[in-house]
């Protein structure tokens, strides 16, 4: 018997696909196909623009859903890196550049995973407005295993006004 696992999944990309589209609509396809594929989506979050981390200049379309499903973080790692091969995405080269989709494990209900192959919770969502943002609006109350604190919380901290210097 399989154990059911939710997991928080975030979505982005900035780069047109030749059948697809514009990143907006690389982003909804990338939904539809891992909805009942790989679980059901039981929460998604508005698609929504964002600037560029690293050396790209394109703006993203980012997105966060929940995933409820039966496979184990590392089988669900192994299917998102998939599906983003299926949609056109290149594993070389320099990082955080332009790519078709990037599929990105950020959470999920079993707690804390350390691997050579994943890190859960994602190492670096707690610094990033374009993960918390969306994350925040579908899934408020999920607490980070690390901090405690909720996806509300943590988002809250990032985005408040910082203090002018004196």
């Given amino acids: 018997?399989?154990?059911h696992h939710?997991?928080?999944v975030a979505l982005g990309s900035n780069q047109r696909h030749p059948r697809l589209g514009s990143p907006r609509e690389v982003v909804a396809a990338a939904i539809d196909l891992m909805d009942g594929d790989l679980g059901e989506i039981v929460a998604r979050s508005p698609i929504m623009a964002s600037a560029p981390v690293g050396p790209s200049q394109r703006t993203y379309a980012n997105a966060a859903l929940v995933l409820e499903g039966d496979l184990e973080p590392l089988t669900l790692l192994r299917e998102l890196q998939r599906l983003?091969?299926?949609?056109?995405?290149?594993?070389?080269?320099?990082?955080w550049r332009a790519?078709?989709?990037?599929?990105?494990?950020?959470?999920?209900?079993?707690?804390?995973?350390?691997?050579?192959?994943?890190?859960?919770?994602?190492?670096?969502?707690?610094?990033?407005?374009?993960?918390?943002?969306p994350a925040a609006e579908i899934a408020?109350?999920?607490r980070d295993p690390v901090s405690g604190l909720t996806l509300a919380q943590l988002n809250a901290?990032?985005?408040?006004?910082?203090p002018l210097p004196r």
């Fill in 140 to 142: 408020p109350g999920w």
């Fill in 1 to 3: 018997m399989s154990a």
């Fill in 157 to 162: 901290r990032l985005t408040r006004p910082k």
């Fill in 6 to 8: 939710t997991y928080l």
């Fill in 84 to 95: 983003e091969t299926d949609l056109g995405r290149k594993r070389r080269g320099q990082r």
């Fill in 99 to 133: 790519r078709t989709i990037d599929l990105d494990l950020v959470l999920w209900s079993g707690g804390i995973v350390a691997s050579p192959d994943l890190c859960l919770p994602h190492p670096l969502f707690r610094q990033r407005t374009f993960v918390l943002g």
